[in-house]
């Protein structure tokens, strides 16, 4: 039998040979019962109670960050998360993983990381395929496929995300939604049914003389939320509370959006307002050719319509300056005057003009506008990230998202 086989041809159950990958009990793999699903509960109960969960276990998150993350991977199975070391990244997705009763696998990645076969497995000289360490991940996600699964490659960008996940970056585009409301998509290696719907591809990075940097291609594809918030004073609000973990199918993540024409028909006139806002950012991205393409637009448009299909987890404003954020800074870079010029444009979308304050210096502007609290800010952590980014403009001769 070929030790590639995808395991639809084995009832469900993942195929193993003896020499590859036996360090897992392929009995925790068996197809789950019919009928093996949670009880009904609103989304917002649900972020109440993953929240508590986290806090209990004595880590403390941003107010929002817990919508933004489940509104970015309801949006597209595919998130980046960002911060200096030891700020809770890698436990974000662990706890959110056992809070709503999903599996979670991390993944160390490897600096000698240069193509598929460092994350999907190879033959080797005898012939034999030994599996890359996501095999588990997707054989857990074939046989459960009513439970999230998550994959968590910790540290990333160790090695170039380009080369060892550009095939797992090409399929996930070719998503498409079934008449029952899966996801399906092409071959990926060994995997003749693709990648499942319910696996979630979550990345950790430190950006630091150690890693590298990411490629338009990378980011185009991603959500990116930055973790810059740090309060060192521990709270004791949950401490010995033991709050029950929830059982959410994967329905509760899978994204009811993919195609902007097909799927978005009935928001008509809130896709156009959304697009419009969009629009008067991309001729201000264009004069620094840092424009973005329709896959960028189609998933700010996701992201917004799965929040106000939740119920409005997060104020409109809240969740375009998420967007913002996530989809369109992080890939603004560069040492020329028209990128400084781009991003005070930016600013004033964002916050206001900031050339009502007097100051020597753009950024000085930028912080008394943010410090006035008299003048509306429509995007403020967008704004801020903006000022930051021209500040440093201003000292280096060169800016970035990333720096």
Known sequence: MDPTADIQNTGGRPYREADACTDFDILQYLPEKAGEEEMPVST??????IKAYIAARGFCYPEELIENFFLSLKSKPFVILAGVSGTGKTRLVRLFAQAIGAECKLVPVRPDWSDGSDLFGHFDLGGNFIKGPVCECFEMAYAKPNKPVFLCLDEMNL??????LSDFLSVLETREKQDDGTITTEKIA???????DNL??????????????????????????EFSFVDLIPSFEFAGAEPEKLLLPNSFLRTEYLNLSADCAQEQQYVMEICAELQKINEILLKANAHVGYRVRDEIVF?????????GLLPHNQAMDNAIMQKILPRIQGSSASVRDMLCQLFV??????????????????????QD?????????SAEKLALMVRRFEEDGFTSYWL
């Not at 917002?44 to 109670?49: E, F, I, L, P, Y």
């Not at 060994?190 to 499942?196: A, F, N, S, T």
């Not at 609290?373 to 952590?381: E, F, L, N, S, V």
């Open 44 to 49: 917002k109960g649900a972020m109440k109670q």
């Open 349 to 370: 979308i964002c916050a206001s003009d900031h050339e009502q304050k007097n100051g020597d210096s753009e950024s000085e502007k930028m912080r008394k506008v943010l």
């Open 373 to 381: 609290a008299a003048i509306p800010c429509r995007y403020p952590k």
């Open 190 to 196: 060994q995997y003749e049914r693709g990648i499942p």
């Open 159 to 164: 090695a170039r995300v380009e080369y060892y």
């Open 200 to 225: 979630y591809l979550v990345g950790t990075v430190n950006m630091d003389e150690t890693t590298f940097p990411f490629s338009k291609k990378v980011l185009d594809r991603a959500n990116t939320i």
């Open 303 to 311: 992201y917004l319509l799965n929040n106000k299909a939740e119920g």
